[in-house]
C-alpha cells in the first residue's frame, strides 16, 4: 500500500502502529461511476475502503425502485455486513463519484491484521457514524427544504472527498434527494449565485464552504457535533 495514495480514515485508524492493515491482501482498482459495488441478496466477497469514490448506499422499496439511505466515502467502508458475520447484503451500493479504493477479499479478514479490539473498536465506531447518518437522512428528507436538503448533502459528500469538486450532474442527484430536477435546478442556482457552488456540464465544484454552511439545514451541524465532520 503506497503512501503516495490518499488514504482512507478507516485503515488509518487501524494502523496504530503505523503498518497497514493487512497489506498483503489490499489491492488498489478504480471504481467508474454507475459501478455497482453490491446488490441485495448477493454474498460479500470483498470489503471496500474509498479513498477518492464516493458510494451511495440505496435500500429497495416496497413497490419498486431504490432510495438512498447513506455515503460512503474516504470515512468508511463497504461491505461492513461481513465483519459482523453476515456475508449477505440488504442493499445495493452504486458509485456516485467516480474515484479508487482499497479492496481486500473477506478470506483475508482472519489473516494476519490489526488486534481485534482495534478491528472492533474501527468497525463499531463506523457502524454507529453510518446508523447516525442513516436516522438524520430519514429525519432531513421528512423536515426540510430542497434548498436545504441540498447544501446538506453536498457538505457529507464534500466531507468524505479529497477535492472541492464532483464528477456528478444535478440530474444525478434527483433519486439521491428524492426531489424533482427544476427544485433541484433552482436551488443549485441558488447556490451558484451566491457564490458557494459552480455547477459545470458533468461537475460540481465548491466555491466556499462558508456559504454552503450557512444555507445548510441543522441537520449538518448536528452531524459534525457528534463525528467531528
Same mark, same amino acid.
Given at each position: ?102 479492496? @481486500? &477479499?473477506?478470506? *483475508? %479478514?482472519?489473516?494476519?491484521?490489526? /488486534? ?5 473498536? #474501527?468497525? +463499531?465506531?463506523? !457502524? ?32 468524505? @472527498? &479529497?477535492?472541492? *469538486? %464532483?464528477?456528478?450532474?444535478?440530474? /444525478? ?5 428524492? #426531489?424533482? +430536477?427544476?427544485? !433541484? ?45
Amino acid at each position: 500500500m503506497s503512501e503516495d495514495h490518499p488514504s482512507n480514515r478507516i485503515l488509518a485508524a487501524l494502523s496504530g502502529d503505523g503498518q497497514v492493515p493487512w497489506s498483503e491482501h489490499l489491492q488498489w482498482v478504480n471504481l467508474p461511476a454507475g459501478h455497482e459495488v453490491h446488490a441485495p441478496g448477493t454474498a460479500t466477497a470483498h470489503v471496500y475502503f474509498p479513498t477518492t469514490a464516493l458510494v451511495a448506499l440505496m435500500q429497495p422499496m416496497p413497490g419498486g425502485g431504490d432510495v438512498s439511505v447513506a455515503l460512503v466515502g474516504n470515512d468508511g467502508m463497504l461491505g461492513l455486513a461481513a465483519f459482523m458475520g453476515d456475508f449477505f447484503e440488504s442493499g445495493r451500493a452504486v458509485v456516485l463519484h467516480p474515484g479508487a479504493a482499497w479492496t @481486500l &477479499p473477506v478470506s *483475508a %479478514l482472519t489473516a494476519h491484521g490489526p /488486534d481485534s479490539v482495534r478491528v472492533t473498536q #474501527a468497525v +463499531l465506531g463506523y !457502524l454507529q457514524a453510518l446508523t447516525d447518518q442513516m436516522s438524520q437522512t430519514a429525519l432531513c428528507q421528512r423536515t426540510h427544504s430542497v434548498e436545504q436538503r441540498l447544501c446538506r448533502w453536498l457538505l457529507m459528500a464534500f466531507n468524505r @472527498l &479529497p477535492d472541492d *469538486a %464532483l464528477a456528478i450532474d444535478l440530474s /444525478d442527484l434527483t433519486a439521491q434527494l428524492d #426531489a424533482p +430536477l427544476d427544485a !433541484l435546478a433552482g436551488a443549485a442556482e441558488q447556490l451558484v449565485r451566491l457564490g458557494a457552488l459552480a455547477c459545470e456540464p458533468g461537475r460540481l465544484r465548491l466555491l466556499d464552504r462558508a456559504v454552503l454552511q450557512a444555507q445548510a439545514c441543522d441537520c449538518h451541524a448536528l452531524s459534525q457535533s457528534k463525528r467531528g465532520m
